[in-house]
């Protein structure tokens, strides 16, 4: 089934043109995204859930966020990322539950599957707090391939460092922290 897509402006409101996920990322359209990372609380340290994604995936077996998704035409940061939540990962939120980071914005450009592949994405960053084991989660096997619990500062340097496969960006982390640590001041 084909993905829509509403093209955004630079502050990711919507123009009212459409186009499908394959024309964006050839043509370079900027189109939106939500990335929601899990956090929960171990004695004095907060962990953050990393998803090992599909091997039939790009980034095949990389870490990666909690749970992230193209927003389709006509939804909505919010709406989205509670989708996403439900398919990747089978948890049910609320909007109130979603802490806000903040926005960012992806330009990558590269080929992929051997086609040419222009990202330009415009993003909002959420952290959900949910205390779950890792076999409690209902996986989209299409998606990812599995998740794990990482404590946030040791995940940081460990993609700091490349020292673990991963498509995670260091300003993300760094988003994640930052609201966390205002959260518990």
């Given at each position: 089934?084909?993905?829509?897509?509403?093209?955004v402006n630079?502050?990711g409101?919507?123009?009212?043109?459409v186009?499908?996920?394959a024309?964006?990322?050839?043509?370079?359209?900027?189109?939106?995204?939500?990335?929601?990372?899990?956090?929960?609380?171990?004695?004095?340290?907060?962990?953050?859930?990393?998803?090992?994604r599909?091997?039939i995936?790009?980034?095949?077996?990389?870490?990666d966020?909690?749970?992230?998704g193209h927003?389709?035409?006509?939804?909505?940061?919010?709406?989205?990322?509670?989708r996403?939540?439900?398919?990747?990962l089978g948890?049910?939120?609320?909007?109130?539950?979603?802490?806000?980071?903040?926005d960012?914005t992806i330009?990558?450009?590269?080929?992929?599957f051997?086609?040419?592949?222009?990202?330009?994405?415009?993003?909002?960053?959420?952290v959900?707090?949910k205390?779950?084991?890792?076999?409690?989660?209902?996986?989209?096997?299409e998606?990812?391939?599995s998740?794990?619990?990482?404590?946030?500062?040791?995940?940081?340097?460990?993609?700091?460092?490349?020292?673990?496969?991963?498509?995670i960006?260091?300003?993300e982390l760094?988003?994640?922290?930052?609201v966390?640590q205002?959260?518990?001041s």
């Amino acid at each position: 089934m084909m993905e829509f897509l509403d093209i955004v402006n630079e502050n990711g409101l919507p123009t009212g043109q459409v186009v499908d996920r394959a024309t964006a990322h050839l043509k370079g359209y900027w189109h939106r995204t939500s990335h929601v990372w899990l956090v929960r609380k171990r004695g004095d340290t907060v962990q953050i859930l990393l998803q090992k994604r599909s091997e039939i995936k790009s980034f095949p077996g990389c870490y990666d966020i909690s749970s992230a998704g193209h927003i389709p035409a006509g939804e909505d940061f919010v709406p989205s990322a509670l989708r996403e939540l439900k398919e990747e990962l089978g948890i049910s939120a609320t909007a109130e539950e979603l802490v806000c980071c903040g926005d960012r914005t992806i330009i990558w450009d590269d080929v992929f599957f051997g086609k040419e592949y222009h990202d330009r994405q415009y993003t909002r960053v959420f952290v959900l707090w949910k205390d779950l084991e890792e076999t409690e989660f209902c996986l989209q096997e299409e998606e990812v391939g599995s998740v794990c619990w990482m404590d946030l500062d040791l995940c940081i340097r460990k993609v700091n460092e490349n020292s673990i496969p991963n498509c995670i960006e260091m300003e993300e982390l760094f988003m994640v922290r930052a609201v966390i640590q205002k959260q518990q001041s």
